[in-house]
């Protein structure tokens, strides 16, 4: 379904015309349906890689080698023909949800056109879609959702909103690109768990970037390590812990955190975690120094909380 083969990403500084080359020769193939890994440190080329499959990347940058979707080469493709590639075969779920959507619009206007754009939805058959895939991911609230506008949402909720909007328009792939970095540790359980689920029941393909390898071990069926711009090695999820190739991948696998038991994000959820509650009891008490701490899932409602302590909740 996807194939890349010998992808060179070379960017250009403006003042000084210096060239530096980013990505160095990188393969892969991707089968439909199939979810890869992409993973390593910080600054090892994974999102460039992305940008590359997208067409955005940095400006003056030169992109060489083939990527190809079902055939069609993209780095061949422009214009018109590539912004209906994008909108109709591709899907991008970042890691800042609130940098996805319009701040000043509200949710049903971000879920609405992409329908009506990539698949030429009417607009009530679009409306009642989008209330339809918010369910689909846990938002049983959904008029409200809808009208809501981003600022008015937690992390946890708006990237359920992009995960919608992602399988909305019945993409052939999907690009998640850390998507669970700005989310707290129960939430991340919750939205991976979704996505995953989401990803299989549609048949979606999914290029899942991380720095997590367990995450990407619980969704993913291979995973290919990228380390200063190159994949060093790729192998299913088993292959890598078991029988890593590379030095950096066994230092890499050394220094993971264990996130979730049993090795998949629903297993947090079935050990007890408890999303959704609100604060509707809510109750605790201060020592001598008068300093408390609160801590929960994003849209846990301590701030609600502590704004009701303060006076400042809405109407107050």
Same mark, same amino acid.
């Given at each position: 379904?996807?194939?890349?083969? !010998?992808?060179?990403?070379?960017?250009?500084?403006?003042?000084?015309?210096?060239?530096?080359?980013?990505?160095?020769?990188?393969? *892969?193939?991707?089968?439909? !349906?199939? @979810?890869?890994? +992409?993973? /390593?440190?910080?600054?090892?080329?994974?999102?460039?890689?992305?940008?590359?499959? +997208?067409?955005?990347?940095?400006?003056?940058?030169?992109?060489?080698?083939?990527?190809?979707?079902?055939?069609?080469?993209?780095?061949?493709?422009?214009?018109?023909?590539?912004? $209906?590639?994008?909108?109709?075969?591709?899907?991008?779920?970042?890691?800042?949800?609130?940098? %996805?959507?319009?701040?000043?619009?509200? &949710?049903?206007? *971000?879920? &609405?056109?992409?329908?009506?754009?990539?698949?030429?939805?009417?607009?009530?058959?679009?409306?009642?879609? @989008?209330?339809?895939?918010? $369910?689909?991911?846990?938002?049983?609230?959904?008029?409200?959702?809808?009208?809501?506008?981003?600022?008015?949402?937690?992390?946890?909720?708006?990237?359920?909103?992009?995960?919608?909007? %992602?399988?909305?328009?019945?993409?052939?792939?999907?690009?998640?690109?850390?998507?669970?970095?700005?989310?707290? &540790?129960?939430?991340?359980?919750?939205?991976?768990?979704?996505?995953?689920?989401?990803?299989?029941?549609?048949?979606?393909?999914?290029? *899942?970037?991380?720095?997590?390898?367990?995450?990407?071990?619980?969704?993913?069926?291979?995973?290919? &390590?990228?380390?200063?711009?190159?994949?060093?090695?790729?192998?299913?999820?088993?292959?890598?812990?078991?029988?890593?190739?590379?030095?950096?991948?066994?230092? +890499?696998?050394?220094?993971?955190?264990?996130?979730?038991?049993?090795?998949?994000?629903?297993? *947090?959820?079935? @050990?007890? @975690?408890?999303? !959704?509650?609100?604060?509707?009891?809510?109750? /605790?008490?201060?020592?001598?120094?008068?300093?408390? !701490?609160?801590?929960?899932?994003?849209?846990?409602?301590?701030?609600?909380?502590?704004?009701?302590?303060?006076?400042?909740?809405? /109407?107050?």
């Amino acid at each position: 379904m996807l194939k890349i083969d !010998g992808l060179v990403l070379t960017v250009v500084d403006p003042d000084t015309g210096l060239e530096t080359e980013i990505l160095h020769g990188s393969s *892969f193939e991707l089968a439909q !349906g199939e @979810a890869l890994g +992409l993973v /390593g440190e910080s600054g090892s080329g994974k999102s460039m890689t992305l940008k590359c499959i +997208l067409g955005i990347e940095p400006g003056g940058a030169r992109v060489e080698g083939r990527i190809e979707l079902d055939g069609a080469d993209l780095l061949a493709t422009g214009g018109e023909a590539l912004r $209906r590639i994008r909108a109709e075969d591709l899907a991008l779920i970042a890691q800042n949800p609130h940098g %996805a959507l319009n701040p000043v619009l509200p &949710v049903e206007r *971000f879920l &609405v056109e992409g329908m009506s754009d990539a698949r030429k939805t009417g607009r009530s058959e679009a409306r009642e879609r @989008a209330a339809e895939l918010l $369910r689909q991911v846990g938002i049983d609230d959904t008029e409200r959702v809808l009208r809501s506008y981003p600022h008015q949402l937690s992390g946890g909720m708006l990237q359920r909103v992009v995960i919608a909007g %992602a399988i909305s328009g019945e993409p052939k792939l999907l690009l998640a690109d850390e998507p669970t970095t700005a989310l707290d &540790v129960t939430t991340q359980a919750e939205v991976v768990a979704i996505l995953d689920e989401k990803r299989r029941e549609h048949g979606l393909s999914m290029i *899942f970037v991380t720095h997590d390898l367990d995450l990407a071990a619980a969704v993913c069926d291979r995973l290919a &390590v990228m380390q200063d711009g190159e994949i060093l090695e790729i192998g299913t999820p088993e292959e890598i812990r078991d029988r890593p190739r590379t030095d950096y991948t066994r230092r +890499l696998m050394a220094v993971r955190p264990m996130l979730y038991p049993e090795g998949h994000p629903a297993a *947090f959820l079935e @050990a007890g @975690a408890e999303p !959704g509650r609100g604060a509707d009891h809510t109750s /605790g008490t201060s020592g001598a120094s008068g300093a408390s !701490g609160t801590s929960g899932a994003s849209g846990a409602s301590w701030t609600s909380g502590v704004s009701g302590i303060s006076g400042e909740e809405a /109407g107050a």
